[in-house]
């Protein structure tokens, strides 16, 4: 059973606010919930000053949120689709009419191909084509098609749980500067990770949890390895 208590925090826009904690303290499960994977029983939501209410997760993107979720071969692709289906899965959906031709009733099929064109070519993700099927790709690259599907919702607060496991170096970086682009666009970025390192180099703000509360909220300054591990096991 999934329980929050005493978890009240805000987000700013032009920050990165990270969030650390020790597995099963419920850090994935409570951005799950905001995003409407998970019922919230009491307490509010609120965006610039508007109560808002996600009861699944259309809600949530319509709000302007995206969620790049932890298991990316699990929860994130389609293994046997192409990359382009795999970037437009989430704007084809929400946006329906995006992909019609004017008055037609036919999928317009150069639009679609340009968008994950585009995404393709921010993230110089690597593939042979935009038809290859993303599960032939490696990880770092399935994880650029991802972060380019949520990307292209042109969302205003932008969810990462874990959005460097088990990818290279290189990948890495091109995933931390469109986080670094969206900060200065006024976006608000929040990141889950379980590498300490990352938290403290890359957040601006940091709550950690333990055991589905908030132990202590970190301004940048005051980020340590240290401090971080001893409010999660509670030292």
Same mark, same amino acid.
């Given at each position: ?10 987000? @700013? ?22 995003? =409407? ?11 610039? =000053? ?8 259309? *809600?949530? +993107? ?8 932890? *298991? ?8 046997? =689709? ?14 329906? @009419?995006?992909?019609? @031709? ?11 191909? %340009? *968008?994950? %064109? ?15 099927? +993303? ?7 399935? %994880?650029?098609?991802?972060? =380019? ?31 670094? $682009? ?38 940048? $300054? *005051? ?13």
């Amino acid at each position: 059973m999934k329980t929050f208590k005493n978890v009240s925090f805000s987000v @700013k826009k032009g920050e990165i606010f990270g969030i650390g904690g020790l597995v099963g303290s419920q850090r994935s499960e409570l951005m799950e919930a905001l995003f =409407g994977l998970h019922g919230i029983s009491s307490g509010k939501v609120t965006i610039e =000053g508007k109560e808002i209410h996600n009861r699944q997760p259309i *809600d949530a +993107i319509k709000n302007g949120m995206a969620l790049l979720t932890e *298991d990316r071969r699990k929860t994130g692709i389609i293994g046997p =689709g192409s990359i382009t289906d795999n970037t437009l899965v989430v704007e084809q959906n929400v946006n329906p @009419k995006r992909y019609h @031709k004017a008055g037609l009733p036919f999928i317009d099929k150069a639009k679609r191909n %340009q *968008d994950a %064109q585009k995404y393709v070519d921010m993230l110089s993700t690597k593939t042979p084509s935009l038809k290859t099927a +993303i599960k032939t790709l490696s990880g770092g690259n399935q %994880q650029k098609v991802l972060l =380019g599907r949520w990307l292209l919702s042109e969302p205003d607060i932008l969810i990462l749980d874990e959005p460097t496991r088990g990818i290279d170096v290189g990948a890495k970086y091109e995933i931390y500067c469109i986080m670094n $682009e969206m900060v200065k666009e006024g976006k608000a970025v929040v990141m889950i990770s379980s590498e300490l390192p990352e938290i403290i180099n890359m957040s601006d703000r940091v709550i950690v949890m333990r055991s589905g509360e908030i132990s202590a909220v970190l301004e940048r $300054e *005051d980020l340590s390895q240290e401090k971080i591990m001893g409010y999660a096991v509670n030292i």
